[in-house]
C-alpha cells in the first residue's frame, strides 16, 4: 500500500487516518466511508465537493501525521454532514455576495461552525486550524450567525490558501470533477447517508457531542419556522366559517340577474376582530413578548382585519384593561407577576373577538371549557427546572387540545 | 437610431402596419428550441399522474406549474382542462340548483359547468385545478369533493380523467388555505421549485426538454413484487410507521403515514421500478406521500434491499460483487458476518475470509478491518486458519497504523491545557 514512488498518493496513510476516524467517531463512519478519496494536486490540502468525493494532496498526506489526518477527515465529512454548500448558496443569494473572497469567508465560518467542538476525545487538533476563538468570537454558533460576525482583513489574509472545495462554500472549482465525473452520489444517496448517520446519533446519544446531536435532531425534526406557522394558524382561524371572506346565501348574487332561474350564492366580506392576549407575568422576557406581539399585529392587520378591530390585552394574575392597536405609539404592557390567564380569556371574550390569540409560556391555568372562538396560542418554551420553588412536583397543564399551538423559538426560517 | 426607425416604420402610419411589425417581434421571440435535459420533478410528476394518484403541486406564483402541466398533458396525450379555482364559485364545482317547473315534483337539479360536461363527454383528459389556494373557502370545499369523490353536482368524471391541483405554499399564501389532516393524506404532496439554469437558458432561448419515463411492460410483474417487498419488509420493521398522525403545527397539512398513503407509497414504487426511473424521482414521490422522516427511513431500506445477499456471497465468494461505495460495502461485509456468526460451520468460515479478501483486493481497505476483527474472533479451536488471511496483512498492519494514531493523538490530547 505504501507509495514507491516519490511524490504518489500514500493510500496506506490516508486509510489508516480514516480507520482512526472512524474508531473515534463511531456515529460518523457510515459517512466516513461513503466518500471517495480522489488524488488531486490542485488542492492546497483535503477538498470535498457535494457529490461526496475527496480530494487529496500527496504533499498534504505526506507532511500530516496520521492522527491529524484523522481530524481532517472529519472535518471534511463534517462540511458535506452540515449542507455547508447548500447553505452556502442559500446565504449568497440573500445578501447578493459574489466573488471568490466571500467564498473564503464562508469557508472560514463553516470551519468555526465545525472546529468548535469536532477535535480532541482522541482526535488531534490540526495546527493552524480556523476557531471561532482565533477569531475573536463565541463558540457554539451557526455558519450563518458566524458570517454576519466577521470581514476579512489583513490578519485573515494568512488563511488565503485555505480550501475545503465547494463541499464547504458551494463555489465549483476548475479541478473538481463535477456531476457528471466517476463515483459521484446522487441527491437521494446524499440524503440517506444523512439520515443514516442522524438516526445512528439519535440511537445512541451518549457518545456524541452535543454539537452533533443538535444536528441529529435538526436533520429528523428541523425547526419550526415559528413566524410562518403563527401566521398561518391566524390566517386558517380568522378565514374559518362565520368571519372573513366566504360564500353564502343570505342575499343574491350579482350574477343572479342574467341567470333568471339559477339560485347562486353571493360573496360577503366580513372583517375578523382578533384579541391577543398578553402574558405579561414575570417569567416572560421583554424581548420574547416584543418579537412576536410585532408578529401577531403585522398578521391580522395584513389579513384583513381593520386595524381598530385588532385589540390587544396585557394579563398577568388579573387581567388589565384592553387596548386597540390602532394607535400609532407602542402599545403599553403592564404585568409582572404570577400568571392566571383564565381572566384574560375572560376579559377578551368580553369584546366578543373571532379569535383569540395567546402570547404565553404556559405556567398558568387554562380555562376548562373551550371558548366560543377560535384560539391560537403562541407558545415561549421552557425546559427544565422546576417552576414553583415552594412545590418542585408543581408542572404546568399543556395548552388545552382545542388550541392550535405554535411553539415560538428564537430559529427563524 | 430615430432615423433608422423611420425608414422602417413610418410613424405618421399608426394602426395596422404597426401592430403587424408588432406581431413579428412576437413570433420572433417564441421562436425558441428545446434540448433534452432530465426533469426529476417532472418525471416524478408524470409517474404519479400515471398511477392515478391526485396530485397537489406546491409552488411559488410563476414557477412554471402550468407550463409544466403543458408538457404533462402533452407527453401522456390527454387534453389539458386548466381551471382557475380563485375565479369561480362554489355552485361551479357542486353544480348550480337550476328551478324547474315543478320543484315539488321533478327536485331542484344541480346542473354542472359547461367544462365538466365536454370532459365527461370526452372520457379522458387532464384537468388541472390552479390557484387552489387563494379560492375563498367554500369554493375549496366543493373543489376537494370533485378532487377526492371525483363528482361535479350530478357529474362523475370518467376514470380517464387525471386531476392534478396547485397550490402557493402557507409562506406566500395570502389566505388561510390549509388541509386538514385527512385531507393532505389523500394528496402526493410535490414542491415544485425553478432550476436556476433551465430559467436562464430558457429566456436565453433554449427550454429544457423532458425525456418522460414510459412504463416498461415486461417488468411490470417484478415491478409489483417488489414494491411489494419492499413496503412489508419495512413497515414489519418499524410497526410504529403504519400509521402516525401528525403532530405540531409545522407538518400540519403535509404528507404524513397511514395505511392509506402506504398503499400510494406501494403503487409508486410499482410505477417508478416499471419505469425504471432514478432514486431521486422515487425519493420526491415516497415523501411527498408519507412524509419526509418514514420516506426517508423507507428510502434507505430500499438501498439496503439492493445489497446482494449474504447467503448468495457466501456461495460463491470467488464470483462476488461487491458494492463500489465505501459505507455500502461495510454493510454488505458486516451482513455476510452475521450470516457466518448464525450459523458458523467452517465452510463458510472459510468463505467469508475468501470474501474479505476479495473486498480488500477491490477497494479501500480500511472496510475490511471491522469485519475482520469480527470474523476472527468466531473461529471455533479446531479451525485451522486459512492461508487466504495471509493476504489480509494489508489491513491487519494498517489497523495498527491506526492504533498508534490513536495513542498518539490521546498523549497529544493529554498534553494540552
Known sequence: MTADAPGALDLGKLFAARLHAARARPYLATALFALRPVESRAVPTMGVDRYWRCYVSPAFVDRTPPAELAAVWVHEVSHLLRDHHGRSERYAREHRLTGPAERLRMNIAADCEINDDVYGDGLAHPEDCVTPHRLGL????????????????????????????????????????????????????????????????????????????????????????????????????????????????????RRSAGLPRVVLPSLRRRPPRVCVVVDTSGSVSDAELGSALLEVAAISRAVGGRRDLVSVLSCDAAAQTVQPVCRTEGIELVGGGGTDLRTGFARALRTRPDVVVVLTDGQTPWPAERPACRTVVGLFPRTGGSYDENDPAYRPDAPPAWARVVTIGSATG | MPSYASTTLPADQPGAPQLAVADTLLTLLRDTTTEPRADVQLEALTLAVAADLPVLLWGEPGIGKTAALTQLATALDLPLTTVIASVHEPSDFSGLPVVGDDPAVQGVPMAPPDWAVRLVRAGRGLLFLDELSTAPPAVQAALLRLVLERRIGALRLPPGVRIVAAANPRSSAADGWELSPPLANRFVHLQWEHDHDVVVRGLGGT?????????????????????????????????????????????RGGAWPSPRSWEATLRLIAFATAAGSARDVLSLLVRGTVGDGPGLELLASLDRMDLPDPETLLADPAGAELPERGD?????????????????????????????????????????????????????????????????????????????????AAGTAGARP
Open chain 2, 207 to 251: 427550454w429544457p426538454r423532458a425525456t418522460l419515463p414510459a412504463l416498461d411492460p415486461e417488468r411490470l410483474p417484478g415491478a409489483v413484487a417488489f414494491a411489494r417487498r419492499a413496503v412489508c419488509e419495512f413497515l414489519v420493521a418499524r410497526p410504529g410507521l403504519v400509521h402516525r398522525l401528525p403532530n405540531g403545527e409545522s407538518r
Open chain 1, 138 to 253: 463565541r463558540e457554539g454558533e451557526l455558519m450563518e450567525d458566524y458570517l454576519r460576525q466577521f470581514r476579512l482583513g489583513p490578519d485573515l489574509e494568512r488563511l488565503a490558501w485555505l480550501d475545503c472545495g465547494s463541499g464547504a462554500d458551494g463555489l465549483d472549482r476548475g479541478w473538481e470533477l463535477g456531476p457528471d465525473g466517476a463515483h459521484g452520489l446522487s441527491e437521494q444517496e446524499r440524503d440517506a447517508i444523512r439520515f443514516r448517520v442522524a438516526q445512528g446519533i439519535k440511537g445512541a446519544p451518549g457518545s456524541a457531542p452535543q454539537g452533533w446531536r443538535r444536528w441529529a435532531e435538526e436533520v429528523l425534526h428541523p425547526p419550526q419556522p415559528w413566524r410562518q406557522l403563527l401566521g398561518s394558524a391566524l390566517r386558517s382561524a380568522i378565514s374559518g366559517p362565520g368571519a372573513g371572506e366566504d360564500y353564502h346565501y343570505g342575499r343574491p348574487a
Open chain 2, 328 to 408: 455500502l460495502r461495510q454493510a454488505v461485509l458486516d451482513g455476510v458476518v452475521a450470516a457466518v456468526r448464525r450459523r458458523p460451520e467452517r465452510a463458510r468460515w472459510d468463505a467469508a475470509w475468501a470474501l474479505l479478501v476479495r473486498a480488500m483486493e477491490t477497494g479501500a481497505p480500511d472496510v475490511v478491518v471491522v469485519p475482520a476483527t469480527t470474523l476472527a474472533s468466531l473461529r471455533r479451536e479446531d479451525w485451522d486458519v486459512p492461508a487466504a488471511i495471509e493476504r489480509l496483512a494489508g489491513a491487519v498492519s494498517l489497523s495498527r497504523r491506526a492504533d498508534a494514531a490513536a495513542r498518539l
